[in-house]
């Protein structure tokens, strides 16, 4: 959509929005008047326009365009949703999503197992279904192989890149029909009935600690950052692991979700840098066109402040386990203990996704949120889309998980009995 275009395109909306009775409610109905479609796009469109750092404006109108071309002519809730889901996903990051809460209660119930590629393979990495193990390796979804499938629904995925994507992929599951077939490689063939499967509840992760090697080696996970209590935890942890030569701290599968610094205090120990942040804070084209000098993009350089750690509760050597679902608040944490060389990274490298959002809830039950500040590394290089790489490249198979074969927990212990 051109710029001189827009003017006309709001004077619609206006118009459709004072022509039309107000129906902003939550509702549960399959379809969506033509008014709140309007109203969620409309906003949809100034929330993305107003904070979402280096955006492309000219790309970002004609994806608009082609976004209010989907929605106008349909009032299927559902189908809007999707639209809105792709529209968002063309914005390439991970933390600027639309979901709707209707979807839950209708057609997104959880397919009840998690699968991303490794080494290739779309292999099951977590499952709650008797039927689907982990190690499985998925062929075919309803007879199509799973890369066609995935081809055709990525566009549905917010993510940071490609990989990303594969991670979020099956934990999206309004992409997937109520009813399929799963093929695997070992020639099984598995009904998934998303809505009446019996799924084993899964119990929230809890921080965990124990003696690898006794009074030599630790090892303390940290599946979260919610809240203070894993932290605390890991504290406690510390503080019966201070004779270890070497602790293992282990961030896999880490989704982030809160604030790493209390624990990060406790185990830097030396000088560090933070990141760089990039953020946005305008009005859209309309604005700027009455406001020639409003900033249309601005930039905070911190790629020299160099932060002093306090007292910290361990000294000695530190070796971090990472893979591609530690995101977010976790890869906050990570990334000074490489920058500094505080602690030796082992796995994968991490999401490459790690951003302060603007978060919006709509009165019917749909949810935007909108990455508002982007990072980059210290040095000022990528980090969006990239991720923190592991100083040891650690690869997983379908084999190893199978076997229930923790090669990356191995790998680190090798490291720490080295001289």
């Given at each position: 959509?051109?710029?001189?275009?827009?003017?006309?395109a709001?004077?619609?909306?206006?118009?459709?929005?004072w022509?039309?009775?107000?129906?902003?409610?939550?509702?549960?109905s399959?379809?969506?008047?033509?008014?709140?479609?309007?109203?969620?796009?409309?906003?949809?469109?100034?929330?993305?326009?107003?904070?979402?750092?280096g955006?492309?404006?000219?790309?970002?109108?004609?994806?608009y365009?082609?976004?209010?071309?989907?929605?106008?002519?349909t009032n299927?809730?559902?189908?809007?949703?999707?639209?809105?889901?792709?529209f968002?996903?063309?914005?390439?990051?991970?933390?600027s999503?639309?979901?709707?809460?209707?979807l839950?209660?209708?057609?997104?119930?959880?397919i009840?197992?998690i699968?991303y590629?490794?080494?290739?393979?779309?292999?099951?990495?977590?499952?709650?279904l008797d039927s689907v193990?982990?190690?499985?390796?998925?062929t075919?979804?309803?007879?199509?192989?799973?890369?066609?499938?995935?081809?055709?629904?990525?566009?549905?995925?917010?993510?940071?890149?490609?990989?990303d994507?594969?991670?979020?992929f099956?934990d999206?599951?309004?992409?997937?029909?109520?009813?399929?077939?799963l093929?695997?490689?070992?020639?099984?063939?598995?009904?998934?009935?998303?809505?009446?499967?019996?799924?084993s509840e899964e119990?929230?992760?809890?921080?965990?600690g124990?003696?690898l090697?006794?009074?030599?080696?630790?090892?303390i996970?940290?599946?979260?950052?919610?809240?203070?209590?894993?932290?605390?935890?890991?504290?406690?942890?510390l503080?019966?692991?201070?004779?270890?030569?070497?602790?293992?701290?282990?961030?896999r599968?880490?989704?982030?979700?809160?604030?790493?610094?209390?624990?990060?205090?406790?185990l830097?120990?030396?000088?560090?840098?933070?990141?760089?942040?990039?953020?946005?804070?305008?009005?859209?084209?309309?604005?700027?066109?009455?406001a020639?000098?409003?900033?249309?993009?601005?930039?905070?350089?911190?790629?020299?402040?160099?932060?002093q750690?306090?007292d910290?509760?361990y000294?000695?050597?530190?070796?971090?386990?990472?893979?591609?679902?530690?995101?977010?608040?976790?890869?906050?944490?990570?990334?000074?203990?490489?920058?500094?060389?505080?602690?030796?990274l082992?796995?994968?490298s991490?999401?490459?996704?790690?951003?302060?959002t603007?978060?919006?809830?709509?009165?019917?039950?749909?949810?935007?949120?909108i990455?508002?500040?982007?990072?980059?590394?210290?040095?000022?290089s990528q980090?969006?889309?990239v991720?923190?790489?592991?100083?040891?490249?650690?690869?997983v198979?379908?084999?190893?998980?199978r076997?229930?074969?923790?090669?990356?927990?191995?790998?680190?212990?090798?490291?720490?009995?080295?001289?």
């Open positions: 959509m051109s710029r001189t275009v827009l003017p006309a709001i004077l619609l909306v206006s118009a459709v929005l022509l039309s009775p107000s129906s902003r409610a939550q509702s549960s399959a379809t969506i008047s033509l008014e709140d479609r309007v109203r969620t796009a409309t906003e949809i469109y100034h929330v993305i326009s107003t904070f979402f750092p955006l492309s404006q000219e790309k970002f109108d004609a994806d365009a082609d976004y209010l071309r989907a929605i106008l002519h299927d809730r559902r189908e809007f949703d999707l639209a809105s889901m792709e968002v996903a063309r914005l390439h990051d991970g933390h999503w639309f979901y709707d809460n209707w839950d209660q209708t057609t997104a119930q959880p009840g197992f699968a590629p490794l080494a290739g393979k779309w292999t099951v990495i977590r499952t709650s193990k982990v190690g499985d390796v998925i075919a979804i309803n007879g199509a192989s799973i890369e066609d499938f995935y081809a055709r629904n990525l566009k549905f995925i917010s993510a940071s890149s490609d990989r994507a594969g991670v979020s099956f999206t599951p309004v992409i997937f029909p109520e009813k399929f077939t093929s695997l490689a070992d020639g099984r063939k598995v009904p998934i009935d998303r809505k009446n499967d019996k799924k119990l929230p992760a809890k921080t965990e124990r003696w090697v006794e009074k030599s080696v630790a090892y996970r940290v599946p979260s950052f919610h809240g203070i209590e894993s932290q605390a935890q890991a504290l406690r942890y503080q019966d692991f201070h004779e270890a030569k070497t602790v293992i701290i282990d961030v599968g880490n989704p982030g979700l809160g604030q790493p610094n209390v624990l990060q205090a406790a830097m120990g030396k000088p560090y840098k933070v990141w760089t942040e990039s953020s946005a804070f305008h009005g859209g084209p309309l604005l700027r066109n009455y020639a000098g409003y900033p249309e993009h601005s930039t905070l350089t911190t790629s020299g402040t160099i932060l750690p306090r910290t509760s000294t000695g050597r530190l070796i971090l386990l990472t893979d591609r679902v530690c995101s977010c608040a976790c890869e906050d944490f990570v990334m000074p203990f490489k920058y500094s060389k505080r602690a030796t082992v796995g994968e991490t999401a490459g996704t790690f951003s302060l603007r978060h919006i809830n709509f009165e019917n039950g749909m949810m935007l949120n990455a508002a500040v982007h990072h980059s590394f210290p040095d000022g980090f969006e889309g991720g923190i790489a592991p100083d040891i490249a650690v690869d198979t379908p084999n190893d998980l076997a229930h074969r923790d090669v990356v927990l191995q790998r680190a212990i090798e490291l720490a009995q080295q001289p």
